[in-house]
């Protein structure tokens, strides 16, 4: 199995679990991991696995993410598995009721991310995950390196369970 992760970080916490998820795929997956500045749509389209992440920045994935997302043509991905992924900050850890109505309805990066991935044809291995940063600009939370491993070799299980 083939698979491509796809990541852009502002401040190096995207990249750091990006590395997370890469190793914990290695398992099972001949990954090929890319900072967004390195994609290109051609390397989605030979992959078995799609994995991508982004920063939450205005509760959204970066413009270049966005970018490399809006370029892949419908059905692209058909066939292919794929999952996504965020950084972002802890709302239940913020005491304000603005911010929490603002993020339950415009919500985090991965959930965008999932959606555009599906739209262009691929499967949701997994619900979109987010990885929490203490800060804007992190560190981050404690224990999330090791979550990231755990989610991608749980997503490889699933991905190589035949259906």
């Not at 679990?17 to 290109?40: D, F």
């Not at 994935?61 to 965020?86: H, M, N, S, W, Y």
């Amino acid at each position: 199995m083939k698979a491509v992760l796809v990541y852009d970080s502002v401040f190096g916490n995207t990249g750091q679990i990006a590395t997370a998820i890469a190793e914990g795929l290695q398992a099972g997956a001949k990954v090929e991991m890319l900072s967004i500045k390195q994609a290109q749509v051609e390397d989605l389209l030979d992959a078995d696995l799609v994995v991508m992440g982004s920063p939450t920045r205005g509760f959204r994935p970066t413009p270049e993410i966005t970018t490399l997302l809006i370029q892949i043509p419908p059905r692209a991905l058909a066939g292919k598995q794929v999952a996504a992924f965020d950084t972002r900050f802890n709302a239940d850890q913020v005491d304000s009721r603005f911010l929490g109505f603002v993020v339950r309805t415009g919500g985090y990066a991965a959930k965008r991310i999932a959606g555009q991935l599906e739209a262009a044809g691929g499967e949701l291995a997994a619900a979109p995950e987010g990885f929490y940063v203490n800060d804007a600009q992190g560190p981050l939370a404690d224990g999330e390196l090791e979550r990231a491993r755990h989610w991608a070799q749980a997503l490889l299980k699933k991905c190589l369970v035949p259906a």
